[in-house]
């Protein structure tokens, strides 16, 4: 009986002791939540360059598209991989009658880079088209140019030439002055406007954008914005499409970088 009691006291002590210490089983330290990133947006078959690089040929064969999902105006004609047609994202359903009519065929889709979802957007839709082997080069233009130079066949534009581009210091200065003197309509996705952006921007996902055209003001200038040019250039072009009376639209032709501890970070495309 003794040596049960001895135990039982023993027992009581470590289990005092843990307690006291935090070290329980059941108890453990809070940590603060990491932000769960969302990439549902990615499409599932990434390639590099290179493989997009060993699929190239002149001409290209019948089974195999290389397509730029920019806007044709703003980035295409400035410079895209040779041999790649241009079906701009907001323009895949007027143009699906340029896609191989063979399902097999390989279409490698791209755009402005890692923050650009146009080709990604593109790629899903393609697949939804029935194509079975679609892929993305998701480092798009800017990978492709660094990795082997510009296309000899794209037309040169001079910085301050490209149609529709607000003068990037003045796009500074308009920011940093008078934000409310112009309406900025950031046309990234929500999840990536959720992120962060300009204080008096709005967000309108471009996809989203065409039927509320109608309904802007007019009493002060439009200017669009997006991580790279394209979705915004789209946005630009869409607008004259379907507004021609807005003469003040516009969109910033930039890289810029919105940063996670609410800095925003712009600079001139490379």
Known sequence: MKSTNVKTLI???VAGLVL???????KTAKTAATPVEDTSWIFHDIVDAKFVKAHMAVPMPDNVMIVDARPYKVKYTKGHIPGAISIPFSKFDKKTNLLPKDKNALLIYY?????CRLSHKSAKKAEALG???VKVFAKGYPEWKKTYGQSNETVQVKAGEVEGAIELERFKSIIAKNPESILLID???ADEFAKGSFKTAINIPVEELEPKIKDFPDNKPIVYVCPTGARSGEAYYMTRDVRKSLKDVYYVEAEIDFKSDGTIEIKKPK
């Open 11 to 13: 027992l009581a002590l």
């Open 20 to 26: 006291l210490t935090g070290c329980t089983a059941t």
């Open 131 to 133: 194509y079975k082997t």
């Open 111 to 115: 755009c402005g880079g890692l923050k």
């Open 187 to 189: 046309v990234r996705d």
